[in-house]
């Protein structure tokens, strides 16, 4: 099995939770269509269609990560 990127599985986490809290704020098609794909990607790049376990799998997968991470990042993990 292919494992993701994590600096690419973190970006997509940030984006995610960026338009999850956008979209609470104030409904907009143009950020429930972006929420849309960034999900799809999400839930693509960890191999599951539901987008709770694609975020499940992410953090899951980031913590171990950060240990490696030759950047410094924390490594934690983000609430969905």
Excluded: F, H, N
Excluded at 2 to 26: F, N
Excluded at 63 to 80: C, M, N, Q, T, Y
């Amino acid at each position: 099995m292919l494992v993701p990127d994590p600096k690419t599985v973190r970006t997509l986490l940030t984006r995610y939770a960026s338009l999850r809290i956008a979209q609470a704020e104030r409904m907009r098609p143009t950020t429930a269509r972006e929420l849309d794909d960034v999900s799809y990607t999400l839930c693509v790049m960890m191999g599951t269609t539901d987008v709770g376990e694609a975020v499940a799998r992410a953090d899951a997968l980031l913590p171990d990560a950060g240990r490696r991470d030759p950047d410094g990042e924390s490594g934690l993990p983000l609430a969905v």
